[in-house]
């Protein structure tokens, strides 16, 4: 089986666990503007392989967006961050694996393998 494209991982550093049910948004920046490619929800274990291969998803300027408020008001939480956003740039060819850990008032992402 090969690997996705791009995929995502969310902790909550708060309780030492996945980010289940955190809705995520992928976009696409054209020109000045988003377009939004995929929407979802982390899985189980806080992840979300989004399915794209090598050829539907080119080179260009992405960007996550992480519904963090919603998450938090199902875990009866309050954050200082509504929604996260990582604007991230990808090469032809590339896997990307963009981590999310998250506290309702701190966050922290990098480029995984």
């Known amino acids: 089986m ?3 494209v791009l995929s995502t991982h969310v902790l909550d550093t708060s309780s ?3 980010a289940v ?3 995520v948004e992928l976009y ?4 000045d503007a988003w377009t939004l490619w995929h929407s979802t929800a982390t899985s189980g274990d806080g992840r979300v392989q989004f399915p794209f291969s090598m050829e539907s998803m080119a080179a260009g300027t992405y960007k996550l967006n992480f ?3 919603d998450y938090y008001k ?3 939480k309050t954050t200082l961050y509504p929604f ?3 604007v ?3 090469v032809e060819g590339a896997h990307y694996h963009i981590p999310l850990l998250l506290s309702p008032y701190g966050y922290t992402t990098y480029r995984g393998s």
């Open 2 to 4: 090969s690997r996705p």
């Open 16 to 18: 030492g666990t996945p």
């Open 21 to 23: 049910g955190l809705f």
């Open 28 to 31: 696409k920046k054209r020109g």
């Open 67 to 69: 519904n963090v408020e």
């Open 74 to 76: 199902k875990t009866e």
């Open 84 to 86: 996260v956003e990582i």
């Open 88 to 90: 991230f740039n990808t």
